[in-house]
């Protein structure tokens, strides 16, 4: 086994500093984890798209941990490291991707309620109302991870014992199954609109 010690700036450490934080609280891990599931199985964005908004949002919050954790999530989407980079500071060489972010970053700084000036510019930049509602929902979400970053580093939130992970462990999970119910739900209630058209 090797005795190298992991950087502590690296993107790996940082993502589990996120995990950590958020195993303290599993209500907290368990809302992150569900809207986010919920967001990513709609093709309104991209996996790549949904990462760069992700990144964008942290890096506005100031949580370097979850901007670099989404940025990782963009590069194994496909991004390059350079983009996933310039998606932290709100920058992307997407432009659809780009409005998404600009979007995004609007509704969280404005806490929710972005000028009517705002949404007519993410719509003049190509953004169809579902993509612009999914934009704001992202921003929701993914505000949650940094927020709760943010606040645990402020309040020195010591790392959880092995005893409190299984209780983050079972919300996560809970999350995940009620996500997929969800799905199976819609799936089910679409197929007789199918066979009505068909």
């Not at 984890?33 to 100031?62: K, Y």
């Amino acid at each position: 086994m090797s005795n190298k010690q992991q950087n502590p700036n690296s993107r790996e450490a940082q993502q589990q500093a996120v995990q950590q934080v958020l195993a303290q609280a599993p209500a907290a891990m368990a809302a992150a984890l569900q809207a986010r599931q919920v967001l990513s199985q709609s093709n309104t964005f991209d996996e790549q798209q949904r990462a760069a908004m992700a990144a964008a949002i942290a890096g506005q919050a100031g949580s370097q941990a979850a901007a670099q954790a989404a940025a990782k999530q963009a590069e194994q989407a496909g991004a390059s490291e350079q983009e996933a980079q310039a998606n932290i500071e709100g920058k992307s060489s997407n432009p659809e991707t780009q409005a998404a972010i600009c979007f995004a970053k609007q509704v969280a700084q404005s806490q929710g309620q972005p000028s009517p000036q705002e949404v007519q510019q993410a719509q003049d930049a190509g953004l169809s109302p579902q993509q612009i509602i999914e934009a704001a929902a992202s921003a929701a979400a993914n505000s949650i991870a940094a927020f709760a970053q943010n606040a645990a580093a402020q309040a020195k939130a010591k790392a959880p014992q092995e005893s409190e992970l299984p209780e983050a462990a079972q919300a996560t999970q809970k999350a995940r199954e009620q996500a997929e119910e969800e799905q199976a739900e819609r799936a089910e209630r679409s197929q007789p609109a199918q066979k009505q058209a068909a």
